[in-house]
């Protein structure tokens, strides 16, 4: 069954790998990689960086062997969401136990749309996410650790290296990405539960000696590049600050978030998720212990993060759900082992018909078992099936970049000197054109562009121009017109239009 888990998570996968192309924010990513990859600016000091480098600095490492091809930019991102898999079924089965549970949270993490489609992706989040789980991996083993010792009344051996490991690990997770320090609060919680509210001496010391040397890292590299620390404040600059919602946002906020949730968990998990925390609900009444409390633990914090990205005027981005998904997938799986230990062994008193009845109910378990699971896997290929395309608008996708690599086969092999005049898609064009004699020429507007062909437009070389497929380019065309020069269209590709420029009355430049 884990093998089928495994081989599942990487057939949906794969064909995401070579067949998705770049999100503009992709592109970008892996421009930043391919100047660390080719030396020729090691530390970023030519580009507007605004997150933390860890995953530009792995893409640089698959470049000098795979060349210059989109999925290598890919591929650290890959390898995490394939281990991300079995890494949920280590965290369930070291918080909670039960190899039934383990599979089925490694089950939703593997058919999950959401996770299909970032997992051949070059964004920042896939990566987050595998950091995040194995930090919460490292504190569960902890959690196991200090359960079976407090039993005994003895103190944990060597807890301060699996304490520095987990900082280590969330360290490598900020170092990623800043969203990393919303976990901090359910890092404690796991630890602090697990040691049954009292952490041995110097937890959380040695835990902040892991994290500091990834903070250090990640503070001096920026301070060595710009002369100070400047990545938080282009990063809330950068989408706007952080406000609280107002009121007439909050509905289609809701609703925009509840959308994207769907690809998260499929819908048709609603009711098993329903009945999970109806079941968790009831076992919490009847036992107080450290797996309900750890149990409420994740439903809250997975119901506080999602009252934050909805209440906070944060954008509505489908790689913010992409981090509930292994929590989702524990609480499913904690769900299912509830509802499994519902079903009775006995069908008839045992009175009348003794072990007779039991025998039989112990027989009928497994299959019934294997019934809901079949079901259960069923539910679950049903929208992952079409994530394997891409065909869900989150994530990857065929067609993410508009038709930007088209329109850049067409133009990269032109001469030296050639100017690409862009607004619209200039972070692909970085990529595309890398190490090509294609300059790109970005404009605010129709009027700095025209202004700009009054003065170069005629100099002999190839001018081109890129605009949307659509009436906002309309406003562009006239003003190149009226600045004496007119426009050939020469490729069209998804939703760009590639024109190429030329005086009114003049050759049109060499070649």
Not at 5 to 24: C, D, E, I, P, Y
Not at 171 to 191: C, E, H, N, R
Not at 195 to 213: I, Q
């Amino acid at each position: 069954m884990w093998g089928l888990a495994v081989w599942l998570a990487f057939w949906l996968r794969v064909r995401g790998l070579f067949a998705n192309t770049f999100h503009a924010d992709e592109a970008l990513f892996a421009t930043w990689a391919r100047h660390i990859a080719t030396w020729k600016d090691p530390l970023l000091l030519t580009q507007a960086v605004d997150k933390p480098p860890l995953l530009f600095y792995m893409q640089a490492l698959f470049y000098p062997l795979q060349g210059p091809v989109e999925w290598a930019a890919r591929l650290p991102n890959f390898i995490a969401s394939m281990l991300l898999v079995p890494l949920t079924a280590v965290l369930f089965h070291r918080l909670y136990g039960g190899k039934t549970g383990a599979l089925v949270a490694a089950l939703v993490v593997a058919c999950s749309p959401l996770a299909i489609q970032f997992s051949a992706t070059a964004f920042t989040d896939p990566l987050l996410v595998f950091w995040l789980v194995a930090s919460l991996s490292v504190i569960s083993v902890q959690y196991s650790l200090f359960s079976k010792l407090a039993a005994c009344n003895r103190s944990p051996m060597n807890g301060h290296r699996l304490s520095a490991a987990a900082g280590f690990l969330f360290g490598l997770a900020v170092a990623t990405k800043y969203q990393a320090w919303l976990f901090l609060p359910l890092m404690g919680g796991v630890g602090w539960l697990g040691s049954g509210g009292r952490p041995p001496r110097h937890f959380w010391v040695y835990w902040f000696v892991g994290l500091l040397p990834l903070l250090g890292g990640v503070f001096f590299w920026e301070v060595a590049r710009t002369g100070a620390f400047s990545l938080w404040s282009a990063q809330i600059g950068n989408f706007g600050g952080v406000r609280l919602a107002w009121s007439w946002e909050l509905w289609p906020r809701l609703a925009a978030w509840g959308g994207l949730g769907g690809t998260a968990v499929p819908v048709f998990l609603l009711p098993l998720l329903l009945l999970s925390m109806v079941g968790l609900a009831w076992r919490t009444w009847r036992v107080d212990d450290a797996a309900g409390r750890l149990d409420w633990l994740l439903v809250f914090f997975v119901a506080a993060y999602f009252v934050f990205h909805w209440l906070t005027a944060v954008p509505v981005w489908d790689r913010y759900w992409l981090p509930l998904v292994p929590l989702v997938a524990i609480l499913l799986g904690r769900g299912w082992q509830q509802v499994a230990a519902w079903w009775p062994y006995q069908i008839l008193p045992d009175e009348h018909h003794g072990k007779v009845a039991t025998l039989r109910a112990k027989t009928c378990r497994p299959y019934l078992r294997l019934c809901l699971f079949l079901v259960l896997l069923t539910i679950l290929l049903l929208p992952a099936w079409p994530a394997r395309y891409g065909r869900y608008p989150v994530g990857g996708q065929p067609a993410a970049d508009g038709g930007a690599a088209h329109i850049a086969a067409v133009v990269q092999e032109a001469s030296y000197g050639t100017v690409l005049y862009d607004h619209w898609f200039s972070w692909q064009w970085r990529y595309y054109f890398f190490d090509k004699g294609v300059y790109v020429s970005w404009f605010p507007h129709g009027q700095a562009l025209a202004t700009e062909l009054t003065v170069f437009g005629r100099d002999g070389n190839p001018h081109y121009l890129t605009l949307p497929d659509t009436a906002v380019s309309q406003p562009i065309i006239r003003a190149v017109q009226a600045a004496g020069f007119t426009l050939q269209p020469v490729a069209n590709a998804g939703n760009i239009v590639l024109y190429q420029i030329f005086p009114i009355g003049g050759s049109g430049g060499k070649e």
